[in-house]
């Protein structure tokens, strides 16, 4: 495996917020009285929450705006996210940013999340020095599984797709990346539950599977 870039995905890969997020959506639900079953929600995955926040509506058939929506999930979100005392990296990966870095490998982030939540998770972990470049899917015509997002990652790593990796978790990333035609490697995490790895090029459990060794 010869690459000059990683693409990464951020929920699930850099940081366990899935259940901050899990948390902030629920609490979001039951303010507006929205009955969401586990089934649908898992299908949430990946997705930006405009993109979610619209299904809802149209679900629902609810007389509210996304940005109602979006502006209570925000707010739960922010409080969870400056007070679960649960909330940290995943495990080894501060370690496999150190390598790649010292490697030369080129960082860019690739995330369904908004670029709040991106500078955010960045400034609170101190996580800025490892990445020459961020993209968050919220500001993008299209959502994961579509592969622009990855497209447009590679482009500002300033590498050939054929020399990147992507680092994804979800089902819709792994599709995206898939799509995008770049290698791709799934962290399967303690809470990517229901997710599929069909399309990934290899999967891992640990991040020093993909350590460069000198």
């Known amino acids: 495996m010869n690459f000059k870039a990683a693409l990464f995905d951020m929920d699930g890969v850099i940081v366990d917020t899935e259940p901050l997020h899990r948390k902030a959506y629920f609490k979001m639900f039951q303010h507006f009285n929205i009955e969401v079953s586990e089934e649908l929600f898992n299908t949430f995955t990946g997705r930006t929450t405009l993109h979610i926040c619209k299904e809802l509506i149209q679900r629902f058939n609810l007389n509210l705006t996304p940005d109602e929506l979006i502006q209570k999930k925000r707010e739960n979100f922010k409080y969870l996210f400056d007070n679960d005392p649960d909330f940290d990296l995943i495990s080894g990966v501060r370690d496999l940013f150190k390598n790649f870095q010292q490697n030369h490998i080129k960082m860019v982030l690739a995330s369904s999340a908004s670029m709040t939540t991106i500078n955010w998770v960045l400034q609170k972990f101190d996580l800025e020095k490892y990445f020459i470049g961020k993209i968050s899917g919220a500001d993008l015509k299209e959502s994961k599984p579509h592969p622009e997002i990855f497209e447009l990652a590679a482009e500002m790593s300033g590498e050939?797709?054929?020399?990147?990796?992507?680092?994804?978790?979800?089902?819709?990333?792994?599709?995206?990346?898939?799509?995008?035609?770049?290698?791709?490697?799934?962290?399967?995490?303690?809470?990517?539950?229901?997710?599929?790895?069909?399309?990934?090029n290899k999967v891992i459990g640990n991040y020093k599977e993909i350590h460069i060794k000198n």
């Open 160 to 200: 050939d797709k054929k020399d990147c990796i992507v680092i994804e978790d979800s089902t819709n990333g792994i599709r995206a990346a898939h799509a995008a035609g770049i290698y791709c490697v799934a962290y399967k995490s303690l809470h990517s539950k229901n997710q599929q790895y069909d399309l990934a």
